[in-house]
């Protein structure tokens, strides 16, 4: 059974930073493409960065310099470090599973219960 573990949200202060993890399971994790995306309460859902499966990443416009995604293939394991962070980062952040290696013509096909992130002072 293929699985997504979120971890890592919590509360922090404008400007903080915060290391989401993803623990994943089932599947072989190094030849998949993974990505965050978030929601924020009352808000749809945001395409936060993606990694494929040879590294490549793409970040929302968004994120601006502030966040960067990486991976662990020995632990099976997506990160998003996220420095910087503001109050309208404040949202329940997803990893989620692509169908293949690359988000180019690919699914995604499993998520995440989600972790929450909320910054205020």
């Known amino acids: 059974e293929v699985q997504l573990v979120e971890s890592g949200g919590g509360l922090v202060q404008p400007g903080g930073s915060l290391r989401l993890s993803c623990a994943t399971s089932g599947f072989t994790f190094s030849r998949y493409a993974m990505s965050w995306v978030r929601q924020a309460p009352g808000k749809g859902l945001e395409w936060v960065s993606r990694i494929s499966a040879d590294d490549s990443t793409t970040y929302s416009d968004f994120v601006n310099g502030r966040f960067t995604i990486s991976r662990d293939n020995a632990k099976s394991t997506l990160y998003l470090q996220m420095n910087r962070l503001k109050p309208e980062d404040t949202a329940l952040y997803y990893c989620?599973?692509?169908?293949?290696?690359?988000?180019?013509?690919?699914?995604?096909?499993?998520w995440g219960q989600g972790t929450q992130v909320t910054v205020s002072s």
């Open positions: 989620r599973k692509y169908k293949g290696g690359s988000w180019v013509g690919s699914d995604v096909d499993t």
